[in-house]
């Protein structure tokens, strides 16, 4: 989800305030401002259009960023492919050496009445570290896996 153009303008305006009154505080030579303000603008508007992004690492040691809500939408439809398992909340913080080679997980998860914890955990850990594998190229080191509630398959039920 990008900003609001009211946003955009209002966080440009800001900006454009704070460059003017940085580059009031000094006497700059002309030649080595030209086109600064627009520099730093531009900067600041590619980061935000990035969104919250995670750094990772390729198996040849080349870094890459990934939005977070990519790689947490990766591990979602991992899990949710899971029978009886529905993602909750999704935290992936880069590890390994070099950092970002790999993936430490957290989530926690709803599971439907009458699964057994023990044997969907391990199928949730192997269909996240299977889907970060293919679509990322990079392993998930730990999986955390927690449960936070139980509910009720209506599907299953009516059967």
């Known amino acids: 989800m ?10 440009d305006a800001h900006l454009r305030g704070i460059i003017d009154e940085y580059m009031g505080a000094f006497e700059p030579d002309p030649e080595e401002t ?16 990035l969104a919250p992004a995670t750094q ?11 939005s977070t809500a990519e790689v947490r939408g990766i591990i979602r439809e991992a899990v949710d492919a899971v029978p009886g398992i ?37 199928d949730v850990r192997r269909s996240v570290a299977g889907a970060l594998t293919a ?3 990079i392993p998930a080191m730990r999986i955390d896996v927690t449960v936070e509630d139980v509910f009720v398959d209506e599907e299953a039920a009516d059967d």
């Open 86 to 122: 529905r993602a909750r909340s999704v935290t992936a913080t880069p590890t390994g050496e070099p950092e970002g080679s790999a993936v430490d997980i957290s989530l926690t998860v709803t599971m439907s009445a009458g699964t057994t914890f023990v044997s969907a955990a391990e």
């Open 135 to 137: 679509q990322l190229g």
């Open 2 to 11: 990008g900003m609001s153009d009211e946003s955009v303008d209002a966080t």
């Open 34 to 49: 030209v086109g600064l303000r627009e520099r730093i603008l531009q900067i600041v508007r590619e980061d935000a259009a």
């Open 56 to 66: 990772l690492t390729t198996e040849r040691g080349n870094p890459f960023r990934i």
